[in-house]
């Protein structure tokens, strides 16, 4: 099986920043795409930031310039620096991977989540 933890969220006030990680632990043959997503309740979630293998990006519009994501593929781990944080990226805020496990089809993880509260 595979394990998504991820850390980093908490209270911000707007301009401020934060710095989510996520590490992917078990029998792990490969891990491919990486991401993070946000969904507030009620809303349809969103992706955030996505990084292929070889370190290419893609953003959502309304955070691009603002936030960074990267990856640490001997940790497995992935991470978002969120600069210049606004009211409006208040949400849970979800880690993504694509990976194939054990003996298992290549598919989509999940961790569980780690809520970025922005607000003065």
């Known amino acids: 099986q595979l394990q998504l933890v991820e850390s980093g969220g908490g209270l911000v006030q707007p301009g401020g920043s934060l710095r989510l990680s996520c590490v992917a632990s078990g029998s792990i043959n490969s891990i491919n795409a990486m991401g993070w997503y946000r969904q507030a309740p009620g809303n349809q979630g969103e992706l955030v930031a996505s990084?292929?293998?070889?370190?290419?990006?893609n953003y959502a519009d309304s955070v691009k310039g603002r936030f960074t994501i990267s990856r640490d593929n001997d940790k497995k781990s992935v991470y978002l620096q969120m600069n210049s944080l606004k009211p409006e990226d208040t949400d849970v805020y979800y880690c993504?991977?694509?990976?194939?496990?054990?003996?298992?089809?290549?598919?989509?993880?999940w961790g569980q989540g780690t809520r970025v509260t922005v607000s003065s």
């Open positions: 993504n991977i694509y990976a194939r496990v054990a003996h298992m089809p290549w598919r989509d993880y």
């Open positions: 990084i292929t293998v070889s370190g290419i990006t």
